[in-house]
């Protein structure tokens, strides 16, 4: 007992040491007495200056707040989060989830008895929803906010509101890039506080012609840095989990065919996937004084702070979600590094004393080719979670949203017409009672779209298996050297109609085995990934629960949950070709069955599917597909889809079509006519408060939108109708104007499912609608609104 207690207290004295050393620490007073005079500060201080672990546990002290209100540390990644959570942990000399603790997705370690919480910003933004002000704390740091995630981009709006509604918030940026000024003016021109570095000169080399393999050449660096040059720990940035693991295994193996005489390493992978007991490895000293070989992805330039590194490798690369067009869905793609990140790498060689950084592509392309910045997540990827968000905080408007870097109109309203096809907007983009229900699901909208539509279907306890399952990567694995015997073990769990029923299967017989890990592991399915499907399974059982959902299963009557899933993926169909291969029926693209689908080399494949997401190596490969009726496609997706009828006159179809058509102008203008009114009167009000202060507002050019000095793009059309090339009337809002979603005239002889030719598009106003197109057949592309491309 006596051992154990001399041991923690050693462990304490080291913990403290290695704190007073951080370059915040000699500054926590200032900047302590800078948040008694102001609101809101900006905290500049490169990575592993402290500022993320020193600053919370500080403020605990330094101000006042009133029972039961916490301190907040948001983070862009969830390994972050927790690291961090239990670094801080150990420092205070709790345990995790006492007085520190840490929330992300799905995983809440706290209790009431925590005072400091670190989260994901995700995390703090669904907590928005519920309690608008923040209430229940005292001081929020958005930690990282450099890095410009989607969340973090959002909350900037909303948090720059509360701090102006709650006089008692203090609000602390921190950031670890030098490009104060774009963050201090964001927020009112509030004052900056730059924590001096500590950090040693890196001597920079870049190579000397581009790499064609940059797996290759990081295998080779790292060994000659091991077998030539001086003790130190090495660093190499690759782009996700398969170069990692690849770079890896490559490095062992290499050096294992030198022989015995090669000094003592331990090779190290960090990626978000792996369970944090793996991850807490790389902080560890390395046993016999080996040297250790981090291979990370780009989590380690900012968010992880890693003593010891004195050689970093930089292949240049980095994975970056993009809004895929073609696929019509966010895409995670390999991309060049910024130069603000490229910057980022080597300084993590230089921590705590001098230190080298390799970059393994030119200096003429770091010079020429990099960007300066990385471009915001805000303005490459699919927004429907964030609009589906704002809209239920009442935001109707999203153009007037105080984005730091609006993002694209053609991005917002893009997604907002997938939320319409899914049924979370109506026709003037306000929220449906779906979508508001969506909203209390932390899910995708497809997801929560399943999820919600499997109650009148009487198997939300099956759809809820499948989603949570969905959640992960991957429940099955393939360990090197039994591929053959852990595809034979996955073929037994295939539901020949179903990647997803596969899932559920998978599930259930866990389940009939008393979820038993002996069981997972006989049949090469991971149990850490089960046990978190479980646990995600419970939270959104709960959520049902509190929505007053019959959780009901369908027992065997498995044509139900495949009902459900066509209701969310009904946009993701495809229509065979050959045998493996599909058509994507909204955009002809060709697309393929994966070899490691329960579909994959059917006797008799099914003529229509739908599938769960693309994924593009050599072809674009179809992840998690299900067989589908055509009968359901027409009924839940009748926006694309219709079924011919026989008999049916092509005249009577188009004169049904322009009934249709008018009916919705119809209902737009009516609520066009209404956001008019509703605009002047406000106009006329902000008129009358301007002449009362001075005349200022009044010199202001207000356009009220609908009137004719509103902006018009394209060649015209009344309300938003569309034109012959452009995009009809913009009306200044994204939730109004828009016409009708325009009359097809497909003949459709191929197949019993016609594609609707309409384009179905949103209007530059932002109402649901577009132009008239007319369909050259029975398939017809819809057109694509232009997008960001990098």
């Known amino acids: 007992m006596s051992n154990r207690s001399d041991a923690a207290a050693t462990r304490a004295a080291a913990l403290r040491s290695s704190r007073e050393k951080l370059p915040v620490w000699g500054f926590l007073g200032e900047i302590g007495a800078l948040l008694q005079q102001q609101q809101l500060i900006l905290l500049i201080g490169e ?12 403020l605990l002290d330094a101000l006042p707040r009133a029972d039961g209100q916490l301190i907040a540390c948001t983070q862009p990644r969830r390994v972050a989060a927790m690291s961090v959570a239990k670094r801080v942990a150990e420092e205070v000399g709790c345990d995790l989830g006492r007085e520190v603790g840490y929330s992300i997705r799905f995983e809440d370690v706290t209790s009431d008895a925590t005072l400091i919480k670190y989260m994901t910003d995700g995390v703090l933004l669904r907590e928005s929803l519920t309690e608008p002000d923040l209430d229940r704390y005292s001081a929020i740091i958005m930690d990282e906010a450099h890095e410009r995630s989607l969340n973090t981009d959002v909350l900037f709006g909303i948090l720059k509101k509360v701090v102006s509604r709650r006089r008692d918030l203090k609000l602390i940026v921190t950031s670890a890039t030098m490009d104060a000024d774009k963050f201090s003016e964001f927020f009112g021109n509030v004052p900056t506080f730059k924590i001096p570095g500590r950090t040693f000169p890196v001597d920079v080399m870049f190579a000397k012609s581009p790499c064609e393999d940059y797996v290759e050449a990081a295998v080779k660096q790292a060994i000659q840095i091991h077998l030539s040059y001086p003790a130190g ?8 989990q398969e170069d990692i693991l690849a770079t890896c295994a490559a490095i062992t193996e290499r050096l294992d065919e030198i022989g015995d005489k090669v000094p003592l390493i331990t090779v190290l ?5 792996l369970p944090s007991e793996l991850q807490a490895k790389i902080f560890d000293k390395a046993e016999g004084g080996a040297r250790k070989v981090i291979v990370a992805t780009n989590i380690a330039e900012t968010s992880l702070t890693v003593d010891g590194i004195k050689y970093v490798i930089d292949a240049g690369y980095c994975k970056l979600k993009v809004y895929n067009s073609r696929m019509g869905m966010d895409s995670l793609s390999v991309f060049p590094v910024s130069q603000a990140g490229a910057n980022q790498r080597s300084g993590r060689a230089g921590r705590t004393g001098p230190g080298k950084c390799f ?4 200096e003429f392309a770091y010079n020429h080719e990099l960007l300066v910045m990385t471009v915001p997540e805000i303005q490459r990827t699919n927004l429907g979670n964030v609009v589906l968000l704002l809209k239920s905080l009442g935001i109707d408007n999203l153009l007037t949203f105080d984005f730091m870097d609006p993002p694209p109109q053609d991005n917002l309203l893009n997604s907002m017409y997938q939320l319409w096809f899914l049924g979370a907007l109506d026709n003037t983009g306000s929220l449906t009672p779906l979508g508001r229900k969506m909203v209390e699901f932390p899910l995708d909208p497809t997801l929560a779209k399943m999820l919600i539509f499997s109650e009148a279907l009487g198997c939300v306890d099956d759809v809820a298996t499948v989603v949570s399952a969905l959640s992960m990567p991957t429940i099955f694995y393939r360990p090197k050297e039994r591929e053959e015997e852990s595809d034979a073990a996955r073929e037994k769990f295939f539901a020949p109609e179903s990647d997803h029923l596969t899932l559920l299967y998978v599930y259930l017989q866990w389940k009939k085995n008393n979820y038993r890990a002996d069981w997972c592991t006989k049949h090469f399915i991971h149990v850490k990934a089960m046990r978190k499907v479980k646990e995600v399974r419970t939270q959104i059982l709960d959520i049902c629960k509190t929505l007053k959902m019959r959780i009901e299963t369908c027992g065997t009557n498995w044509d139900q949950v495949r009902k459900a899933i066509c209701s969310a993926y009904f946009q993701n169909a495809g229509k065979m070709k050959t045998v493996g291969e599909y058509v994507n029926m909204r955009n002809g693209m060709p697309c393929h069955l994966h070899p490691s689908s329960a579909l994959f080399g059917m006797g008799v494949q099914p003529e229509y ?5 693309l994924v593009m190596t050599s072809k674009e490969y179809m992840q998690c597909v299900t067989a589908v009726d055509p009968e359901w496609l027409a009924e839940l997706g009748p926006m694309f889809f219709s079924i011919k009828q026989q008999g049916e006159t092509r005249a009577e179809k188009r004169a049904k079509e322009r009934r249709d058509k008018q009916a919705m102008e119809a209902e737009m203008q009516a609520y066009l006519e209404s956001q008019q009114a509703k605009a002047r009167a406000d106009v006329l009000e902000r008129l009358s408060a301007g002449a009362s202060a001075g005349g200022s507002a009044a010199r202001q050019r207000i356009v009220t939108p609908g009137t004719a000095g509103a902006h018009r793009r394209g060649s015209g059309g009344s309300n938003g109708s569309g034109g012959s090339g452009g995009s009809g009337s913009s009306c200044g809002s994204v939730t109004g104007g828009g016409g009708a979603a325009a009359a097809a005239a497909g003949t459709g002889e191929r197949s019993p499912v016609v594609f609707r030719g309409s384009t179905g598009r949103v209007g530059s106003g932002g109402g649901i609608g577009g132009s008239s197109a007319r369909s050259q057949g ?4 819809k057109r694509t609104p232009r997008r960001f491309g990098m």
């Not at 592993?48 to 919370?56: A, D, R, Y």
């Not at 720990?233 to 996700?240: E, N, P, Q, S, V």
């Not at 992978?269 to 996937?273: E, F, I, N, R």
């Open 233 to 240: 720990d090495i660093l190499i940035f690759m782009t996700g």
């Open 47 to 58: 990575t592993g200056s402290g500022k993320t672990t020193q600053v919370p546990s500080f």
């Open 359 to 362: 970059r393994l592509y030119t």
């Open 778 to 781: 029975g398939l017809t592309p």
């Open 609 to 613: 599917i739908v599938y769960h997401e």
């Open 269 to 273: 992978p960090v990626y978000s996937l």
